[in-house]
């Protein structure tokens, strides 16, 4: 991790170009700085959703187990099926999902057979009920149907010894799903990273103590517990810390000794209270200061002891956006988790944003469909850093990428959606 030389730069205004950190960079360089958690527990299988799979998850036996059918139907041997015009078959018995058929069949016989149903022997192929005349024991069948029709083979879904679910990835209903049709009973996972985070500012306040003027209530702890829950962590709430030296290095030094990752807010820019980025330099380690990005300009990366460290910016929204932009990768790459990075995609956009080209903006933005039906976005009103709101209302980021300009209700822009599907 390079060292940074103390940079005065204004809190605010336009940084000449080069000063600003890029956004890719800046994620390649968190990505360089991280180190993995090491540790990892057996959890039984409902217990262990959302968590991160510690080794590969192998198949010890075939899924599906048997041969079966895809249909409610007849199941027959592919010679019987008629070349041309039709043909009658006998229905001498019923094969049941769990309650197989357990004779022969003859040429010129077939079984009546339900989805789910172990194939009879001697069969191959299942014609689908609607697909035949029923007289009584006789069906007659058309011609047109191919051999092996209708018809799952066994270990088509995963056979003996294939990697189920491999190490790294992230546990969801579908792995739940997928380990009980092993029979797997437990699943070993990496432990949970533990995250202590803490509010900077002489002017917050915590819900339930009265607003003296000038002050405001600390919501940034309340963001942030929302979002590291939902990502499966284990947090430490440090509460709110003063703006004064000491008080910040005994945070500091408290949070690094029981934590894996530190996230502060607040006290990142360069007004005389704002002690965050001077006391990780006297104690740790500092990668990178100034992104381009907005909101959320000055975020500081790190090491504090053995713990990653990220000084996030005090102002709400910004709180939310370099969270969920650079801290939250990063978390997950720590959980040995394999990061994709969420889906963005380009849509028209109904109205007009302000931009100037310099910085990578992530506006908030209403994801709709049109009287059309197509899939449109407008943005949220007001688009200042502190608009806690504007992240309440919006469904999505609209990511404007750093050479862009200020945009035309109708042109195109990147979204990156809020919510995924599971
Ligand atoms: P700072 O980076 O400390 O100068 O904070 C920037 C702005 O964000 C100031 O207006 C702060 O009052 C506000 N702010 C800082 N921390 C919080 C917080 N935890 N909750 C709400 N607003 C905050
Ligand atoms: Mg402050």
Redesign the pocket.
Known sequence: MSQEKPVQQPGCGDEPPGALLDVDEAIKQIEANLPLIHGSESLSVRHSLGRTLAADVLSTINVPAHVNSAMDGYALNGDDLPLQKKSDLQVVGTSWAGRPFTGSIAPGQCVRIMTGAVMPAGTDTVIMQEQVETHGEIIRIGHGHNRGQNVRQAGEDLSIGQVAVAEGKKIMPAELGLFASLGTTEVKVRRKLRVAFF???D??RSVGEPLAEGD?Y????YTLFGSLTRLGVELIDMGIIRDHPDAIREAFTNASSCSDVVIT?????V?EA?FVKQTLQELGEIAFWKLAIRPGRPLAFGKLGNAAFFGL????VAVMVTFYEFVQPALRYMMGQSVTRCARFQVPCVSTLRKRPGRTEYQRGVLQTDNTGQLVVARTGGQGS?ILSSMSQANCFIVLRTDRGSVEAGEMVEVEPFEGLV
């Open positions: 509010s900077t500012g002017e917050l405001l600390d919501s940034n702890r807010t607040g006290g990142v820019s007004g704002d910016p005090g102002n709400p502190g």
